[in-house]
């Protein structure tokens, strides 16, 4: 964990998405985690994310993101760190629509660990299980430190949501759901909505068609789908509306 801790001490610098990956992989393995990721928060109070490890970590955030619940968000709106050992057991006031979903889901434990200093949110590290179960004390001791340290490395980084894909050779590392932002803006505009209400508009889409929101938003952006004010969306493309 020490060595851990030192690759990802605020003075190192992450390139390219390959560069965080191997330590990510290897914070997987010391958290006893079959993945982890890690979100950031956004000005609109959503969350970006930024790394992943794991298929089964990254169909656990585009659940909390379709839904727009889950233990990852409530850690970044309250700051506290959220443990579900059991997602099976979850009470249905809880998250109503998660609760539903829970037992068909791969992953059976889940634990979140904001990222942030004081009153300072920055996002949460979330760690996901197959088995449900605890996690041992010094499991949470190295996650808690895998939080400070990766805060640290955020605010001195400037790692932001936001920034441009890529980032550049020296910029951080890209992040992963820019074709849902591209999408929203794209729905807002069809539409005449605000962005907040185009994603709920994609989120409800999602969930009705049993889709993740990022398949939608691919097919929004690639014009196989559109939104419209009656309700579920047609198949349909638009018509060309300027063409040579």
């Known amino acids: 964990m020490a060595e851990l801790m030192r690759r990802l001490e605020p003075e190192q610098t992450f390139k390219s998405s390959t560069d965080i990956g191997p330590i990510i992989s290897t914070a997987t393995d010391v958290l006893g985690a079959d993945g982890l990721s890690v979100s950031l928060l956004t000005e609109d109070e959503k969350t970006e994310l930024l790394w992943c490890s794991g298929d ?10 379709t839904l727009g619940e889950g233990p990852g968000p409530d850690a970044v709106r309250t700051g506290a760190m959220v443990w579900v050992p059991d997602l099976a057991r979850t009470r249905a006031e809880r998250w109503p629509i998660l609760s539903m979903e829970a037992p ?17 949110r920055v996002g949460v ?13 010094q499991q949470a001791d190295d ?8 805060t640290a ?16 050779p020296d910029g951080p590392p890209q ?10 803006g794209m729905v807002s505009a069809q539409l005449s909505v605000p962005l907040p209400q185009a994603l709920a508009r994609l989120q409800g889409h999602a969930y009705g068609s049993g889709r993740s929101l990022t398949e ?3 097919d929004v952006v690639d014009r196989r789908l559109r939104l419209t004010d009656q309700g579920n969306g047609s198949p349909t493309p638009p018509s060309v509306v300027d063409k040579d």
């Open 153 to 168: 490395h955020c605010l001195n980084h400037h790692v932001l949501p936001g920034t441009e894909a890529g980032g550049g």
């Open 56 to 65: 089964i970590a990254r169909c656990f955030e585009e659940m909390q993101l």
């Open 104 to 120: 068909d889901l791969e992953a059976r434990a889940v634990y979140c660990f904001p990222l942030g200093i004081g009153a300072i």
């Open 175 to 184: 992040v992963l759901n820019a074709v849902i932002h591209q999408a929203t």
């Open 125 to 137: 590290l979330t760690a996901v299980r197959r088995m449900p179960g605890p996690m041992s004390a």
């Open 216 to 218: 939608v938003a691919k």
């Open 143 to 150: 996650a808690i430190a895998m939080a400070s340290v990766l």
